[in-house]
């Protein structure tokens, strides 16, 4: 099986900061940093790049100069994973669903273009039900974590 960076890429999706001047001194911020990363989805492979913004002239408060991130969108991927979240809902379903065992949704998704190692698909289905469980939100331990990170559950 190809790596994810030997395959072909579809059109990039780029993610930049919204801030354009900075807060402390007024002067117009530059991009300073370019992150980008393949991710694999249903239809095929993407890169995701996240552009990040600097001030290169802050006179402002001593320290490090004012940064400003790019929004991380959840809806297309989770943080530190390569397979979109298309890709991991339809583990679970096909899985929990329709009773379908975890090596014939490997198969059926590397049959479908979106080639997935079968070593994976447990990883992607543990994240399905990790996704669920905080959609669901009934556990008390959970309910009280997310109170704690500032959530009106």
Do not use: W
Not at 106 to 125: C, E, M, S, Y
């Amino acid at each position: 099986m190809k790596r994810h960076t030997e395959r072909p890429m579809g059109p990039d999706l780029v993610y930049t900061a919204l801030d354009q001047v900075c807060s402390a001194c007024g002067n117009p911020v530059p991009v300073f940093q370019t992150i980008a990363r393949p991710v694999q989805a249903l239809e095929g492979q993407f890169r995701l790049v996240r552009r990040d913004r600097r001030c290169r002239r802050c006179t402002g408060p001593p320290g490090p100069r004012p940064t400003f991130y790019a929004p991380r969108d959840l809806r297309v991927v989770l943080p530190n994973r390569i397979y979109g979240l298309d890709v991991t809902l339809c583990v679970g379903e096909r899985h929990l669903r329709e009773g379908v065992a975890l090596a014939q949704v490997t198969r059926d998704l590397n049959a479908r273009g979106a080639p997935v190692d079968q070593r994976h698909t447990g990883r992607i289905f543990r994240d399905f039900l990790a996704l669920a469980s905080l959609a669901r939100g009934d556990e008390a331990a959970l309910q009280a974590r997310l109170r704690a990170q500032g959530a009106s559950c």
